[in-house]
């Protein structure tokens, strides 16, 4: 993996991981935000690597980080602003995926 590869990775756990804190503590715009982010993070590191173990692993994180996302925008009736950011999101990962 290179250091680009290992810089991805370790901001997108980063982001989950606050994601998840933000979550716990009832702050669950700003945890959809960060679940968002480290989906479009894994997604870029997708794109690059070329570990096939690595990016299955990640493949399966976005999927688990956009459902989330969108469980939350659900249950607190986020707005079309937050849904046009999922969708977009989901959008680059089908692209992605059309190219795999």
Partial sequence: MSSSDSKLLTYAIKEAEQAVNLERQGQLQQAMNKYIRAAEILIE????????????????KIVEYMERAKQIQYSTGGSRRKRASIAKVQVKWREIRRKV
């Fill in 45 to 60: 590191f997708v794109k690059y690597t070329k570990n096939q173990i690595m990016k299955k692993k990640c493949e399966d």
